[in-house]
């Protein structure tokens, strides 16, 4: 064996004598392989990832330049089997420079083979004493190549690197496999050639394990692609699924919903979500979207609908309250205070019944019937401030005449009191109303000058004088007028205060009449 030239020959196998043809030691040139120019050590299987299988025209076979290519085929830019560069003797592998076998871009769904656990060629595979590389099968030792200078153990670590290219095609197909990455048939067909190209590979290493993997692979890949179609029919489901939930809830909404804002910025959610969901067939899909639009549909309709008879009822409420605007104002010029401020509280209680028409249209509204009442009670508050004032002079009027009466002394001229407190008496029942508050009083004052005139004779002896049948049952019906008027204030009722009142003022006219008359007698 020569030192200082390698050359690195794979042998012409006849697998059916095992023979051999080796070039002669001799056969050296200027393109011979050196150690420093032969293969590159091989990575392990753990430094190969799988691409995304997804992507348009790319394979990890495709991306490995180191990868086996099937039988026959010739890697690109490699030459044909059999074919030596110029210089080179026939039967010379030349291993290409610069070649990282195995090498892909990884891809982020797909895991990363296992490493494989790096064995000792020498285990597998040795050379002899004039070059020739072997490796050992089950069927006995087979010659691989020829190794011409150089440690023997460099020559089997060579082979033994071709020997790890394999393995790690071998691991990433079952990975891909495993993962159910690309197409099922593709995967199947590259393990049937990789099982029937390893058991007569150029390397050294376990041959028969390696493609007993690659036949297991032949025989699992139609399990992995059943697996792989029912992954995909169970996402498809998933996906249909979804969109059928979204479908029923629009339907549901376009039943059901009256939140119209909220269920119309739903079923615009819904849109957008719907376009998120993929992975269904055109048709599914497409009858999908039918109900979906449907119901969207509908929805819109009755909203529609909705609205149109608001915008009705609206018009309906709108020329309701112009009737009764129209009737305010009519009553607006009355003086007859008593039933005008009735017919105006029926007036309010009718407006109040009539539905709105809008914040806008219902406050202009409002504005004008409020305008109108408000020119009644205005001048209603107006005229009863003028007979208020008159009612004050008259009250004034009557003190004065009580005052004068309360000085007349019938113990010293009992005859002369009693014709000045009659003219006084005339005088007091020709003025008119006074306020109600103060009418119990006066009356009360005016009844004790009479009883003392009354008594003057009987000053010595104390008398009582029972009541007339007549004033105590006037008096009766004016308490009890006066707690109809406490409730009806206390209930607010505008109109029972209003009749309690003109009651309450009879009854206390009735009770003076009474009281005046049973006192002349």
Same mark, same amino acid.
């Given at each position: 064996?020569?030192?200082?030239?390698?050359?690195?020959?794979?042998?012409?196998?006849?697998?059916?004598?095992?023979?051999?043809?080796?070039?002669?030691?001799?056969?050296?040139?200027?393109?011979?392989?050196?150690?420093?120019?032969?293969?590159? +050590?091989?990575?392990?299987?753990?430094?190969?990832?799988?691409?995304?299988?997804?992507?348009?025209?790319?394979?990890? /076979?495709?991306?490995?330049?180191?990868?086996?290519?099937?039988?026959?085929?010739?890697?690109?830019?490699?030459?044909?089997?059999?074919?030596?560069?110029?210089?080179?003797?026939?039967?010379?592998?030349?291993?290409?420079?610069?070649?990282?076998?195995?090498?892909?871009?990884?891809?982020?769904?797909?895991?990363?083979?296992?490493?494989?656990?790096?064995?000792?060629?020498?285990?597998?595979?040795?050379?002899?004493?004039?070059?020739?590389?072997?490796?050992?099968?089950?069927?006995?030792?087979?010659?691989?190549?020829?190794? #011409?200078?150089?440690?023997?153990?460099?020559?089997?670590?060579?082979?033994?690197?071709?020997?790890?290219?394999?393995?790690?095609?071998?691991?990433?197909?079952? +990975?891909?496999?495993?993962?159910?990455?690309?197409?099922?048939?593709?995967?199947?067909?590259?393990?049937?050639?990789?099982?029937?190209?390893?058991?007569?590979?150029?390397?050294?290493?376990?041959?028969?394990?390696?493609?007993?993997?690659?036949?297991?692979?032949?025989?699992?890949?139609?399990?992995?692609?059943?697996?792989?179609?029912?992954?995909?029919?169970?996402?498809?489901?998933?996906?249909?699924?979804?969109?059928?939930?979204?479908?029923?809830?629009?339907? #549901?909404?376009?039943?059901?919903?009256?939140?119209?804002?909220?269920?119309?910025? %739903?079923?615009?959610?819904?849109?957008?979500?719907?376009?998120?969901?993929?992975?269904?067939?055109?048709?599914?899909?497409?009858?999908?979207?039918?109900?979906?639009?449907?119901?969207?549909?509908?929805?819109?309709?009755?909203?529609?609908?909705?609205?149109?008879?608001?915008?009705?009822?609206?018009?309906?409420?709108?020329?309701?309250?112009?009737?009764?605007?129209?009737?305010?104002?009519?009553?607006?010029?009355?003086?007859?205070?008593?039933?005008?401020?009735?017919?105006?509280?029926?007036?309010?209680?009718?407006?109040?019944?009539?539905?709105?028409?809008?914040?806008?249209?219902?406050?202009?509204?409002?504005?004008?019937?409020?305008?109108?009442?408000?020119?009644?009670?205005?001048?209603?508050?107006?005229?009863?401030?003028?007979?208020?004032? /008159? #009612?004050?002079?008259?009250?004034?009027?009557?003190?004065?005449?009580?005052?004068?009466?309360?000085?007349?002394?019938?113990?010293?001229?009992?005859?002369?009191?009693?014709?000045?407190?009659?003219?006084? #008496?005339?005088?007091?029942?020709?003025?008119?109303?006074?306020?109600?508050?103060?009418? %119990?009083?006066?009356?009360?004052?005016?009844?004790?000058?009479?009883?003392?005139?009354?008594?003057?004779?009987?000053?010595?002896?104390?008398?009582?004088?029972?009541?007339?049948?007549?004033?105590?049952?006037?008096?009766?019906?004016?308490?009890?007028?006066?707690?109809?008027?406490?409730?009806?204030?206390?209930?607010?009722?505008?109109?029972?205060?209003?009749?309690?009142?003109?009651?309450?003022?009879?009854?206390?006219?009735?009770? +003076?009449? +009474?009281?005046?008359?049973?006192?002349?007698?």
């Amino acid at each position: 064996m020569r030192r200082g030239t390698l050359r690195c020959v794979s042998s012409t196998e006849n697998p059916g004598d095992g023979s051999q043809q080796v070039p002669p030691p001799e056969t050296t040139g200027p393109d011979a392989v050196t150690p420093e120019a032969g293969t590159p +050590a091989a990575p392990t299987p753990a430094a190969a990832a799988l691409t995304d299988p997804t992507a348009t025209g790319s394979t990890p /076979e495709e991306a490995a330049p180191g990868a086996a290519a099937p039988e026959g085929a010739a890697p690109e830019g490699a030459a044909p089997e059999g074919a030596a560069p110029e210089g080179a003797a026939p039967g010379e592998a030349v291993v290409p420079e610069s070649v990282t076998p195995g090498a892909v871009a990884p891809a982020e769904s797909a895991p990363a083979p296992v490493a494989e656990a790096v064995s000792d060629p020498a285990q597998w595979g040795r050379v002899d004493e004039d070059g020739t590389v072997y490796v050992r099968t089950a069927d006995g030792e087979r010659a691989v190549g020829s190794w #011409q200078a150089g440690d023997p153990a460099a020559g089997l670590a060579h082979f033994a690197r071709r020997y790890d290219d394999l393995a790690t095609e071998v691991s990433l197909l079952e +990975a891909r496999l495993k993962a159910h990455t690309g197409n099922p048939n593709e995967l199947k067909a590259k393990a049937q050639a990789l099982a029937e190209t390893i058991p007569a590979a150029t390397a050294v290493g376990d041959l028969d394990g390696l493609a007993a993997r690659a036949r297991a692979m032949v025989g699992t890949a139609d399990s992995a692609a059943a697996e792989s179609r029912a992954e995909k029919a169970a996402a498809r489901a998933a996906q249909i699924a979804r969109k059928e939930a979204l479908a029923a809830e629009a339907e #549901q909404i376009a039943a059901e919903s009256t939140s119209w804002k909220a269920a119309g910025d %739903r079923l615009k959610a819904i849109v957008e979500e719907w376009k998120t969901i993929r992975g269904i067939d055109r048709k599914t899909d497409e009858a999908l979207w039918t109900r979906f639009a449907a119901a969207r549909d509908a929805f819109g309709r009755r909203r529609g609908a909705h609205f149109a008879a608001l915008d009705a009822q609206k018009g309906e409420a709108r020329a309701a309250k112009q009737e009764l605007i129209a009737e305010a104002q009519r009553l607006a010029t009355s003086t007859d205070w008593g039933p005008t401020s009735a017919a105006m509280r029926s007036l309010m209680d009718r407006w109040k019944a009539v539905p709105r028409t809008g914040r806008d249209g219902d406050d202009d509204l409002w504005k004008q019937f409020r305008a109108a009442q408000d020119v009644f009670f205005t001048a209603r508050a107006e005229s009863d401030k003028v007979r208020n004032s /008159e #009612q004050l002079a008259n009250q004034q009027a009557k003190e004065e005449l009580l005052a004068e009466a309360e000085k007349l002394d019938p113990s010293t001229d009992l005859r002369g009191a009693q014709a000045a407190l009659r003219r006084i #008496q005339e005088r007091y029942d020709a003025i008119g109303h006074v306020p109600r508050g103060a009418m %119990r009083s006066l009356e009360d004052r005016m009844q004790a000058v009479e009883q003392k005139v009354r008594g003057a004779s009987d000053a010595g002896r104390v008398r009582t004088a029972p009541e007339n049948p007549m004033v105590a049952s006037m008096r009766a019906a004016v308490t009890k007028a006066e707690e109809q008027l406490a409730k009806a204030e206390a209930a607010g009722n505008a109109r029972r205060i209003e009749e309690a009142r003109a009651n309450l003022e009879t009854r206390r006219e009735w009770l +003076a009449e +009474a009281e005046k008359t049973a006192s002349r007698r």
